[in-house]
């Protein structure tokens, strides 16, 4: 009788884990949002292009600061108590050499941008090296055992205090200086409130087997990670380059739209997924069923979200960002398409690496990133919308041999996991066609805040009418999982 005790516990732990990591994830991105929008409509496109700049050589230099280790720790199925002292401690002594090696260095980045302004804003924002390095650890052990309670209040307080600090700054007609504030006080919130909460101190010392052990790991983890940087920026340090700050930031916007979209309907299931799957490597059939339901789960949500976007991005811009963000339109609207696929997508590196294959991570993302740097090179010279365009055709031309990957791994089958997305598919597609018809009706009849209220609620309604009434069955898995939760609130509460 004991596994299955063990079974209903750690489903009870991950599901805690998916309402905390909930409440951080949508908290945090909700009032993100906001702040974003309010910063977007005080600064303008060269503001936020001049932070996207610096942040292109600061978010590389971020990678091997934590040298992987946070993921060996999570990942591990024996974790004592010197891989944590080893982790710490070498995390701050890289986070110091980090900073400064980014204060000798910022001088380098602003002329290679030819912006010298870049040179004071990365000497203040690479303080923020030191600051990570004090909280990866933690945060880490607090992932490992399925605790995001610490994580999301850190997270709102961290995003509330960061926001207030940027938004003020703003008013006051500070520039670019509001969002390097921003940054710097978010990062220090976060370092304070997890101390706060953590119970574990680091003893000093430091190991050099265990730290063999997590570099063992990790080591792959930070290979992924430069590939997936420069798949990912690359973008970014083309437009900057040949196109200038402007341009970034009409580009950034637009992907940073796309980001907090995909982390509020994403982050929570990812961010539970990689401990839980880490748990069932053993267990390749449960791994496999909850592969499933968690892309499952992700499309319905994800899918109408995106596609929505690309309909409504012309009304979405102009009533939360402002008229001077209009070149931005086109971007969002192409770079939704690669949301979609990007939803569901997210979980094939959490299956890799959960099963211990960050090797196997690796090739992916240097074949990604090679036909990356290939496609954006060409194509910014068209532009920024050429640059997205390629975005989205490379993603969807290489996520079919990601799936040949996870079905070596842990035995996928193609067409009942193509055949899931089907529903959401046609949900979509109707719901689509709802908003353009009621946006032709009503585009002159009333101001535009109204028509784009009107136009999410009936293609919300018409989407989830349809996903009830031919998937009914989905619709009670997932409230099958949503009411044990529910029921042990109210049952405590009642206490």
Same mark, same amino acid.
């Given at each position: 009788m004991e596994p299955p005790k063990e079974s209903s516990n750690f489903r009870q732990k991950a599901l805690k884990g998916v309402f905390w990591s909930a409440i951080q994830n949508w908290g945090r991105q909700a009032i993100a949002f906001i702040v974003f929008a309010l910063l977007a409509r005080l600064l303008g496109p060269e503001t936020f292009g001049l932070v996207a700049s610096a942040s292109i050589f600061l978010a590389f230099v971020t990678i091997f600061l934590d040298q992987g280790f946070s993921v060996a720790i999570i990942q591990r199925k024996e974790l004592e108590p010197e891989h944590l002292d080893t982790a710490f401690w070498t995390?701050?002594?890289?986070?110091?050499? $980090? +900073?400064?090696?980014?204060?000798?260095?910022?001088?380098?980045?602003? /002329?290679?941008?030819?912006?010298?302004?870049?040179?004071?804003?990365?000497?203040? *924002? =690479?303080?923020?090296?030191?600051?990570? !390095?004090? =909280?990866? +650890?933690?945060?880490?052990?607090?992932?490992r055992n399925l605790d995001f309670k610490p994580l999301a209040i850190r997270e709102l307080i961290a995003v509330c205090l960061g926001g207030v600090v940027g938004v003020t700054m703003a008013f006051m007609g500070f520039g670019v200086w509001s969002l390097v504030s921003q940054q710097l006080v978010n990062g220090l919130?976060?370092?304070?409130?997890?101390? !706060?909460?953590?119970?574990?101190?680091?003893?000093?010392?430091?190991?050099?087997?265990?730290?063999?052990?997590?570099?063992?790991?990790?080591?792959?983890?930070?290979?992924?990670?430069?590939?997936?940087?420069?798949?990912?920026?690359? /973008?970014d340090l083309l437009i900057g380059y040949f196109l200038g700050p402007v341009a970034?930031?009409?580009? =950034?916007?637009?992907?940073?739209? *796309?980001?907090?979209?995909?982390?509020?309907?994403?982050?929570? @299931?990812?961010?539970?997924? $990689?401990? &839980?799957?880490?748990?069932?490597?053993?267990?390749?059939?449960?791994?496999k069923n909850a592969f499933y339901k968690v892309t499952q789960l992700t499309s319905l949500i994800s899918f109408p979200a995106f596609l929505g976007m690309a309909a409504l991005a012309p009304e979405l811009v102009r009533v939360l960002f402002g008229e001077q963000w209009l070149p931005s339109i086109p971007v969002m609207q192409i770079l939704a398409f690669i949301g979609i696929i990007h939803s569901v997508s997210y979980f094939h590196s959490t299956v890799i690496t959960a099963m211990g294959k960050p090797d196997w991570k690796l090739k992916l993302n240097f074949m990604h990133t090679i036909v990356n740097v290939i496609g954006f090179a060409i194509a910014v010279h068209w532009g920024i919308v050429a640059v997205a365009a390629v975005y989205v055709i490379r993603s969807y031309l290489l996520t079919p041999v990601d799936l040949l990957f996870i079905r070596k791994l842990i035995g996928?089958?193609?067409?009942?996991?193509?055949?899931?997305?089907?529903?959401?598919? +046609?949900?979509?597609?109707?719901?689509?066609?709802?908003?353009?018809?009621?946006?032709?009706?009503?585009?002159?009849? #009333?101001? @535009?805040?109204?028509?784009?209220? #009107?136009?999410?609620? *009936?293609?919300? $309604?018409?989407?989830?009418?349809?996903?009830?009434?031919? &998937?009914?069955?989905? #619709?009670?898995?997932? *409230? /099958?999982?949503?009411?044990? =939760?529910?029921?042990?609130?109210?049952?405590?509460?009642?206490?």
């Open positions: 995390n701050f002594g890289i986070g110091l050499l $980090m +900073t400064a090696f980014s204060i000798a260095a910022a001088g380098l980045v602003a /002329d290679f941008f030819s912006q010298p302004q870049l040179t004071p804003i990365i000497r203040w *924002l =690479s303080l923020s090296f030191v600051i990570i !390095s004090l =909280s990866s +650890t933690q945060e880490a052990i607090f992932q919130a976060k370092v304070v409130v997890l101390w !706060s909460a953590s119970n574990w101190r680091p003893r000093f010392r430091f190991s050099q087997k265990h730290f063999r052990e997590l570099f063992a790991f990790g080591i792959n983890v930070v290979g992924t990670q430069i590939l997936n940087f420069v798949n990912r920026r690359s /973008d970034l930031g009409y580009y =950034s916007v637009a992907y940073r739209l *796309l980001l907090i979209i995909t982390q509020l309907l994403t982050g929570v @299931i990812n961010q539970v997924a $990689m401990p &839980a799957f880490s748990r069932l490597q053993q267990e390749p059939e449960k791994l996928i089958k193609l067409r009942p996991y193509l055949g899931q997305y089907v529903i959401p598919l +046609t949900g979509v597609l109707a719901m689509t066609g709802v908003i353009f018809v009621f946006r032709e009706l009503l585009r002159n009849l #009333v101001n @535009i805040q109204t028509l784009l209220a #009107v136009c999410i609620f *009936l293609g919300g $309604m018409t989407y989830i009418v349809l996903i009830i009434s031919l &998937a009914p069955h989905i #619709v009670q898995q997932i *409230l /099958d999982i949503i009411r044990p =939760s529910i029921s042990k609130k109210l049952g405590q509460s009642k206490r």
